[in-house]
């Protein structure tokens, strides 16, 4: 007969400093047995998320917002969407934590303190916005698998850090650089140490670019334990997936980082269009760079009911990757005429931009508020689901909300 294994001495003491208490008879728990004061029973609370947010998963936590609590021009933790693919890290410790290069293609491997990171380098700030590459997912069909994100899965909050060109400098790359992967400190849902959950990655130029930062601080504050806490990439305009949190290692590699979904479908689109349901081959399947222009309405939020005569004024936020928002149309005869509204510059590059405008109703009646932007290369969004792919990503179909003028 197997012995029951308990808790050893060591364990229960650090046990008891997370609880805050003595755990009194510690020496008669068994191991493997998590103690229900450990275990947090409402994670919105936990991650600081406002209630009325959506839980798409708990196993991995997957949280998205409903579109009119986007409404902010820089989005708080509270209505920040979560993604992730793994167990987040349980010990994420500042005054231990580290940055290590290394990869083929680094001349001097090295390894940075958060503290020497922060002492070390110039910091800068930007807004950023950071859409998941399956935002909108839901509504392809046949259906993708996958988390069915809606509308909620973007953000653009305040990044501040160091450029990751500035590192790259400090380190030395050689020139058959050409991609950096990252890797980090979650852990597989498997309970496998030798799996990541995830480690993607940028390819060089992009690495480059001002905004792409290591961060350490989101809105000014700590980075939120949820969205990478204490250091993360930020690489904004690109499927979110590129932003690796938690991050403890960045790769420079002399070929395509071919780390934990970087292949098959994930974060992969057809290279070509292809009929809907259709299989594609690997070679087939392209990586995700930059996102394509899309457009959110924050405010009112859908279902508002106004009464007839009173004009209703309206807002959101358009994005488009890499590039700008040049214009911003609504309609609220179902696409068959558009009106411009305002739009502002970015913060920054990479930033989302606010646009508004105000309209009257003829008559009594349901009415469907839509918008749609068009990005700087004169692409503008689809009004219904665009191209059809395996994993459902990069539907940017215009956003909708139903409203009633009584
Ligand atoms: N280490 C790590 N980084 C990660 C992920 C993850 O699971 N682990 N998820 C990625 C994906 S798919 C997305 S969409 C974004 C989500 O960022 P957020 O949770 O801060 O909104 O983080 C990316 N970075
Ligand atoms: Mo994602």
Not at 121 to 129: I, K, Q
């Amino acid at each position: 007969m197997q012995r029951r294994k308990f808790v050893s001495r060591a364990g229960l003491a650090s046990l008891g400093t997370l609880l805050g208490a003595e755990v009194v008879f510690g020496h008669n728990l068994p191991e493997g047995l998590t103690l229900l004061g450990l275990q947090d029973p409402d994670l919105f609370r936990r991650f600081g998320k406002d209630p009325d947010m959506t839980l798409l998963n708990d196993k991995p936590l997957n949280i998205e917002a409903k579109a009119h609590m986007l409404d902010d021009a820089v989005t708080p933790n509270r209505f920040m969407f979560v993604r992730n693919n793994g167990n987040i890290p349980v010990k994420a410790d500042p005054a231990t934590w580290s940055l290590s290069f290394d990869g083929e293609s680094v001349t001097r491997p090295k390894s940075y303190t958060l503290q020497e990171l922060k002492s070390r380098f110039p910091r800068h700030s930007y807004e950023l916005t950071l859409e998941c590459g399956g935002n909108g997912r839901a509504e392809f069909d046949p259906p993708a698998s996958g988390n069915q994100w809606t509308v909620g899965a973007v953000s653009c909050a305040r990044w501040t850090g160091v450029r990751l060109r500035d590192l790259l400098d400090d380190v030395g790359i050689t020139p058959e650089a050409v991609y950096i992967g990252y890797h980090a400190a979650d852990t597989h849902l498997s309970g496998d140490p030798g799996k990541e959950p995830i480690s993607r990655g940028i390819p060089l130029a992009k690495a480059l670019q001002d905004e792409t930062l290591v961060a350490y601080q989101m809105n000014g504050e700590d980075i939120p334990l949820a969205h990478g806490y204490p250091l993360r990439l930020v690489a904004g305009g690109w499927p979110a997936s590129v932003s690796g949190k938690w991050l403890t290692r960045l790769s420079v590699r002399n070929k395509v980082h071919d780390g934990e979904k970087m292949t098959g479908s994930s974060y992969r689109v057809p290279c070509e269009p292809v009929a809907p349901g259709a299989e594609v081959a690997d070679e087939q399947m392209c990586i995700i760079e930059s996102m394509p222009v899309k457009s959110l309405l924050s405010a009112p939020r859908t279902g508002a009911v106004l009464p007839l005569g009173q004009p209703l004024t309206f807002r959101g936020h358009a994005w488009a990757g890499e590039l700008a928002v040049s214009r911003v149309a609504y309609s609220i005869d179902f696409g068959s005429t558009w009106h411009s509204c305002s739009l502002q510059a970015p913060a920054n590059r990479l930033a989302w931009q606010h646009f508004s405008g105000s309209v009257r109703f003829p008559k009594k009646g349901y009415y469907e508020l839509w918008a749609r932007a068009t990005d700087s290369s004169g692409t503008a969004q689809p009004m219904v689901l665009p191209g059809w792919n395996p994993k459902g990503y990069l539907n940017n179909a215009c956003h909708r909300i139903a409203l009633k003028v009584v």
